[in-house]
């Protein structure tokens, strides 16, 4: 997102007062890195919190990333005083890392009234800032009424 007008900046209010709330994604020490209609990043860094026994990234903190980044895309077209839950998701594992950073980019691929379909490309950006890709994602999730 080059440029911020007050819609955008509206929505990316939106998706990080959402983001603040989960807990889960505050101990991984996720963050909000762009929201545009229909597409968010987020990067998620390496620490322990987030290996499985080889030091790798974790495929579950990989595969709750894209879940989260997929379904904060959705939420930008979701109404306004509706929320988004994830109702399946399919996720491919390309390879596996240590150190640096993941950043997962969702997308909506059909926002509807009942049903919204996203998908989400998770990279790894090692520490010289190299990008290699690392999973790909198809998510279906519905808007549900917010309830806070």
């Known amino acids: 997102m080059s440029e911020t ?5 509206a929505l990316r209010q939106r998706v990080q007062t959402s983001l603040d709330r989960q807990g889960m994604m505050r101990q991984l020490g996720v963050r909000l890195l762009a929201v545009a209609p229909g597409m968010v990043t987020l990067a998620l860094p390496y620490s322990d919190r ?3 026994q080889q030091g790798g990234f974790h495929g579950g ?8 980044a997929g379904g904060y895309a959705a939420l930008t077209v979701a109404p306004e005083g509706m929320e ?3 109702v399946e998701y399919k996720i491919n594992f390309l390879a596996a890392f240590q150190g ?7 997308r909506v691929v059909r926002g509807g009234k009942r049903i919204i379909v996203t998908t989400a490309e998770v990279v790894h950006v090692a520490p010289d800032g190299q990008r290699t890709d690392c999973a790909v994602m198809q998510q279906t999730l519905v808007p549900v009424p917010k309830t806070y």
């Not at 007008?5 to 900046?9: A, I, Q, S, V, Y």
């Not at 640096?100 to 969702?106: D, R």
């Open 5 to 9: 007008t007050p819609d955008h900046e």
């Open 50 to 52: 987030v290996t499985q």
């Open 61 to 68: 903190a990989m595969g709750a990333l894209a879940d989260i």
């Open 84 to 86: 988004v839950t994830t």
């Open 100 to 106: 640096g950073e993941l950043q997962a980019t969702g």
